[in-house]
Every structure is written in structure tokens, then in C-alpha cells.
């Protein structure tokens, strides 16, 4: 009787041991989470290669935690009425502490490799810590939850700790995204409350900084430089920390276009490391580095309201599309010219109204004028043409002045160089032209500023390239 006794009362002994055990090594795991900040200081400079290259793949892996976390609270849930779903959350819930602790680590390898810092970086990586410490604590409420013991600890963590990862994931947007992605294109009147902020605080809210530079620096660099990350030390999202300049010193040198960093950064070439914006984001414009240099040579000032040798087009409202006629007799047509031609004329709708659009992409090489030609018959209907990297030349454009409703046209990557560009003037509707990587020369896309209607030209890689930068009065919508 007293062996039975015994060998009963080892296993609660048994449990309570192991039970030890567990709080002491989480414990210890707590402990050296909560060091990571102390222990991997961000000092704001880019460290070893690999770091970088490893940390790249947070943004991948911190995806997997995120479904694994909010997908444990679902099967408690539905698992009271199905045990076999419960039996299964503490899995779930095991898997997302690993995951969270995975993705944890290659985040701080990626604040600390790429050298990125500031305020949301930290609160990002506070909240990662979190995120993994609720996760591993739920893990050990639970099995004395499941017992019936500790009803209400379990639940409250696992709630708090959904409410962690909702946070540390807003953090996160924050970092890719920017601070300003959900006001930028906020109403006026609710911009107008300071609760929003106003990176333009320091600078008059008419002058030519507020209305034309500070919005480049919002859509190209801010989500890099900006209160959520300040790579580089520097900020551009106010006027006053854009001339504080970041750890190299000042990026804006007052009347010295040539002296100042960011200027120069700007206009390196894109395969260069130091070129900004970097990581793949879009370059500024042309015109856009044309007004950053004309602000930078004229004083740098935060209240002139207009620059020298600096004309900007005036607002103008958008011009209705005219509808075109119903095409829908000659389908016949369009279906035996596409078998012959290989090119494909699109419906841009279900409404005949809508017009269609002429894609050559899938046949580019053999696509040339003749072929073009053979398509007049339906010019009327044609409200966009897909013309890019075909064989078509300069002689293409006495077709393309019979495309009457003609909007966009793409010719990126021919060989036209713009003589004849005059006839496309004709062409009422159209807004939008793509030249870029073809030899369309500066004096030919000159003639493009009589078309009062085009306001999207785009001239990159071309000779005339040069020239969409330095003159807007004459390229007053190049791209």
C-alpha cells in the first residue's frame, strides 16, 4: 500500500519539476530577448554584407507568424464545439513562437546590417520582441488553461497578444510604407488639423519649397528618411531637418548646387550604390531634378514663391474622352486582321462606346509601318496604341494621324527620331506619349509643346532627354 502511495505522489512531483523547468528556461529566454536592444545597438551605419542579405528575408518570413498567431485564437474558438480543431491550437501556437523568434532574428539583422534607425525602426523591433515573448507565454498558460486551471490568464494573453501583433505590424507599414501613406492624399480640411502633422511646418505654405520640393521629398524619399527611418541620420520630411543635413554633414549647400549631397545623390548613375532614392524606388523626374537644382542655386529659401527660368503649367482640368463609334459590325474584320496580323485589338470595355486598343507586344519585331498601315480601317474606333519596341519608324506617324480618337500612344524602344512628330498635332485626344529609348532629338520633341492637350511625355534615354530637364516651358508635360 505505501509503494502504491509513493509511486502515486512521484507524479505530481514529476509534472511540477518539468513544470519548473519550463518557466525556467522561458524565463532565461525572456530575459535574453529583452537584451537585444541593449546588446545589438543601431548605431545608423550599414554593417557586414551577409547581415544585409540574411535580414532581406524578414520580409518574407514575417508573414508566417502572423497567419500562425491569429489563427490559434480561431481554433480555441470554433474548437469548443470541435475538440479536434483545440487539439491542434497548441500546435499552431508552438509553430508561431518558433516563427516569431526566426523572424524576430532577421529583422534585427536587417535594422543593423542596412543601418536603419529611428523611432518607428525601434518601436518595430520592441514590438517583435513583444510579439515573441506573449507568444511563448500563452504557450505556457495553456496546458493549465486546457486542465481547467487558470481560466481567464490564457484567454487575456492571447488576446493581448493579437493586439501586439495588430500594432507591431502597423509599425512595420510604417517602415515600407512611410509615415505619411495614409494622409498624403488626405482631404485639405482634415490635413489642416495638427493631429496629421505638417511636414512643411517651417517653410511658407505657398512658397515654392512647400508646393513643388517638399512633395518630391514626401513621394520619393520620406519612406527612407523620414520619422519611421532615418538612414543616414537624415531626415527630409521637414524643411528644418532637410538643411540639418544627416551623419555626413549638410546634403543642401545654399547657392552651390555642385556642393550639395543630395543634389548629387539624385543624378548618379542608377546602378551606382550611393544613388538615391535607392532599393529599386522610382528616380525623381527630370523636371523634378531641374526644380531641386534651380531651389538649390537661388538661395535654398523656405518662403520664395517662384524660382527664375522655372515656368510651371497652370491646373488644368481633364478633358473629357470622346466616345467613338460602335464598332461592333466590323468584328468580323478585326477578328480575321488579328489571325493575319498577329496583333490584337482589345475592347477597353463591354461599351463599343469605349473604343478599342491596338497591342503589338506580342509580335513587336515583325510589327513595322506596313503592317500599322493595314489598320486604318479601324483608326476611328482606336483609343490607345501599344506600339512599343516594334520595327515602326517616323513614317508611322502619317497612319497615326488618321487614329482620331487616339489617347496614348506608346512607341518606347523604336527607332523613330521624331521627324514628322508635328503630325501627330492632329490628334485632339491625345494625352499620353512614350518616347522613351528611342532617338527622338531635342528640336523634334520641342514641337511636342504645341499639343496643348499631352501632358504625360516621357523622353528617358533619348537625346532629348537632357533637354525635358532643363526647359519646361517647351516640355511643360515631360515625364
Known amino acids: 500500500m505505501r509503494l502504491r502511495e509513493n509511486s502515486a505522489n512521484r507524479v505530481p512531483r514529476s509534472l511540477l519539476e518539468d513544470r519548473r523547468i519550463r518557466w525556467i528556461a522561458a524565463s532565461a529566454a525572456i530575459a535574453a530577448l529583452l537584451a537585444i536592444p541593449f546588446v545589438v545597438k543601431l548605431d545608423g551605419r550599414p554593417h557586414a554584407d551577409w547581415q544585409q542579405f540574411l535580414g532581406r ?15 490559434a485564437p480561431l481554433l480555441e474558438i470554433f474548437g469548443a464545439s470541435r475538440p ?17 523568434a526566426g523572424s524576430l532574428v532577421l529583422g ?13 525602426v525601434t518601436r518595430h523591433m520592441w514590438g517583435g520582441i513583444a510579439v515573441t515573448i506573449g507568444s511563448l ?27 501586439t501583433l495588430v500594432w507591431t505590424a502597423h509599425e512595420g507599414g510604417t517602415i515600407t510604407r512611410g509615415s505619411g501613406y495614409l494622409t498624403r492624399f488626405m482631404p485639405a480640411p482634415l490635413k489642416s488639423f495638427s493631429v496629421f502633422g505638417n511636414s512643411s511646418a517651417a517653410a511658407s ?7 513643388h520640393i517638399d512633395p518630391v521629398f514626401e513621394a520619393r524619399c520620406v519612406s527612407c528618411h523620414g520619422a519611421s527611418k532615418r538612414e543616414g541620420g537624415l531626415r527630409l520630411d521637414s524643411y528644418d531637418r532637410l538643411m540639418r543635413g544627416g551623419r555626413d554633414g549638410a546634403v543642401i549647400a545654399s547657392g552651390r548646387p555642385d556642393r550639395s549631397l543630395l543634389l548629387t545623390r539624385v543624378t548618379l548613375p542608377a546602378n551606382d550604390k550611393h544613388f538615391m532614392p535607392a532599393e529599386g524606388r522610382p528616380p525623381m523626374k527630370p523636371e523634378e531634378i531641374a526644380w531641386l537644382r534651380a531651389w538649390i542655386q537661388q538661395g535654398a529659401s523656405p518662403t520664395a514663391t517662384a524660382l527664375a527660368g522655372i515656368s510651371l503649367p497652370q491646373a488644368r482640368k481633364e478633358i473629357p474622352a470622346e466616345p467613338v463609334g460602335d464598332y461592333s459590325a466590323l468584328m468580323p474584320d478585326i477578328r480575321a486582321m488579328q489571325a493575319a496580323q ?21 509580335v513587336a519585331p515583325s510589327f513595322g509601318d506596313a503592317q500599322l498601315q493595314q489598320f486604318v480601317k479601324f483608326a476611328p474606333y482606336i483609343v490607345e496604341a501599344e506600339l512599343g519596341r516594334t520595327a515602326v ?16 500612344l506608346h512607341l518606347e524602344g523604336t527607332a523613330v527620331t ?26 523634334a520633341a520641342g514641337q511636342l509643346a504645341a499639343m496643348k492637350n499631352l501632358t504625360h511625355v516621357y523622353l528617358f534615354n533619348t537625346p532629348a532627354e537632357a533637354s525635358a530637364g532643363q526647359n519646361q516651358s517647351e516640355l511643360r508635360g515631360a515625364q
Open 205 to 211: 505654405p505657398d512658397s515654392f519649397y512647400a508646393q
Open 342 to 362: 498577329g496583333a490584337k485589338l482589345v475592347a477597353v470595355s463591354s461599351k463599343p462606346s469605349d473604343g478599342l486598343i491596338l497591342s503589338a507586344v506580342d
Open 393 to 408: 519608324t517616323d513614317a508611322s506617324f502619317d497612319t497615326l494621324a488618321k487614329f482620331t480618337h487616339l489617347r496614348a
Open 108 to 120: 534585427v539583422l536587417l535594422a543593423y546590417g542596412s543601418g536603419e534607425t529611428g523611432e518607428t
Open 137 to 163: 507565454l500563452c504557450l505556457l498558460a495553456r496546458p493549465a488553461w486546457e486542465s481547467g486551471a487558470m481560466r481567464v490568464v490564457y484567454p487575456s494573453l492571447l488576446t493581448c497578444l493579437v493586439c
Open 84 to 100: 479536434a480543431l483545440r487539439q491542434s491550437a497548441g500546435f499552431v501556437l508552438a509553430l508561431g513562437f518558433a516563427a516569431c
Open 418 to 443: 521624331g521627324a514628322g512628330i508635328q503630325k501627330l498635332a492632329a490628334l485632339s485626344q491625345l494625352t499620353y506619349l512614350n518616347l522613351s529609348g528611342t532617338r527622338v532629338s531635342a528640336a
Open 57 to 71: 528575408f524578414h520580409v518574407l518570413a514575417v508573414h508566417l507568424p502572423i497567419g500562425l498567431i491569429l489563427l
